[in-house]
């Protein structure tokens, strides 16, 4: 199982930017799919998760700001991101949870500066 993250890139404070998590298989066998980031000396956090009923949940800092969509017929889950900060500058990473099983994917770099 893969999942391989795109999308990001070097946007001015204020912009938007849509990651994409792409599956390699049907992202239905996954309880809950994820977007983590992790900045330059901090620890990996939750950004926002979407579970298999459609629930989705999102880190205080990113609250109206982001969020977490899925396309079941393109296997591809998204973060939308509005009114970026120069804080959520990070590597984003997707995550997918089946079972006992964790799936993380490559990260994509999202830079926030002017």
């Known amino acids: 199982v893969q999942l391989q993250a795109s999308g990001g890139g070097l946007v001015p404070p204020g912009g938007s930017l849509r990651l994409s998590c792409a599956a390699s298989r049907s992202i239905s066998i996954y309880s809950t799919i994820a977007w983590y980031r992790q900045a330059p000396g901090s620890e990996r956090e939750l950004v926002a998760l979407l579970n298999s009923g459609g629930t989705t949940d999102y880190a205080d800092s990113v609250k109206g700001r982001f969020t977490i969509s899925r396309d079941n017929a393109k296997n591809t889950v998204y973060l939308q991101m509005y009114s970026l900060k120069p804080e959520d500058t990070a590597v984003y990473y997707c995550?997918?949870?089946?079972?006992?099983?964790?799936?993380w994917g490559a990260g994509t770099q999202v830079t926030v500066s002017s």
């Open positions: 995550n997918g949870r089946a079972g006992p099983n964790n799936y």
